[in-house]
Antibody, heavy 122, light 110 residues
Framework: QVQLVESGGGVVQPGRSLRLSCAAS????????MHWVRQAPGKGLEWVAV????????YYADSVKGRFTISRDNSKNTVYLQMDSLRGEDTAVYYC???????????????WGQGTLVTVSS | QSALTQPRAVSGSPGQSVTISCTGT?????????VAWYQQHPDKAPRLLIY???KRPSGVPDRFYGSKSGNTASLTISGLQAEDEADYYC??????????FGGGTKLTVL
């Protein structure tokens, strides 16, 4: 079955960087777009970024554009989120999610990992 | 980018029906038929319930029904069960290759 396992979370100081990883298994990774979605403590879901199945396109929420970079390595079945210039408001559980099949439904997150907590604090 | 507007909380008794609304604009909910709903139990990852406004992924009971009129999408849950108690989020394609979530609605089964 589909499995997504995030890693790389932790405590980081404001202004520093952190890279999250999401290891995928149980499906043909190179055929699906992948998302990152975050959830601040006690708050709602916020979409962060998406990368196309072949890495040809990547799109971001305005709140992270220019600071975060999504990438993938299809040979390793892994998607990444490089987070630079971190701020307190970036504190959240970060989920990676597999999109539904097909370009028209790439906006939907069908399968989710369990998330990794990122805390930005001095 | 502002979140889509959902009621903070709704409630219903077992067996009853409840409807959760999700109001956006013509730039998101009203402009595209790319609306989804997610269910999230405490300390769990979200689960996709509805996509393309009305469609259910395999395994989602037909008690969950999605609809849309103008800039407002709705999720109706019929035959409420105790396990339906959770947070519900709407989600829409918002143009410029971005996605927007609603603020979330807490459903209490009385």
């Amino acid at each position: 079955q589909v499995q997504l396992v995030e890693s790389g979370g932790g405590v980081v100081q404001p202004g520093r960087s952190l890279r999250l990883s999401c290891a995928a298994s149980g499906f043909s990774f190179s055929s699906y777009a992948m998302h990152w979605v975050r959830q601040a403590p006690g708050k709602g879901l916020e979409w962060v970024a998406v990368i196309w199945y072949d890495g040809s396109n990547e799109y971001y929420a305005d709140s992270v554009k220019g600071r975060f970079t999504i990438s993938r390595d299809n040979s390793k079945n892994t998607v990444y989120l490089q987070m630079d210039s971190l701020r307190g408001e970036d504190t959240a559980v970060y989920y990676c999610a597999r999109a539904m099949p097909g370009s028209l439904r790439a906006w939907y997150s069908e399968h989710w990992g369990q998330g990794t907590l990122v805390t930005v604090s001095s | 980018q502002s979140a889509l507007t959902q009621p903070r909380a709704v409630s219903g008794s077992p067996g009853q029906s409840v409807t959760i609304s999700c109001t956006g604009t013509s730039a998101d909910v009203g402009g595209y038929d790319y609306v989804a709903w997610y269910q999230q139990h405490p300390d769990k990852a979200p689960r996709l319930l509805i996509y393309d406004v009305t469609k259910r992924p395999s395994g989602v009971p037909d008690r969950f029904y999605g609809s849309k009129s103008g800039n407002t999408a709705s999720l109706t849950i019929s035959g409420l069960q105790a396990e339906d108690e959770a947070d519900y989020y709407c989600c829409s394609y918002a143009g410029r290759y971005t996605v927007m979530f609603g603020g979330g609605t807490k459903l209490t089964v009385l």
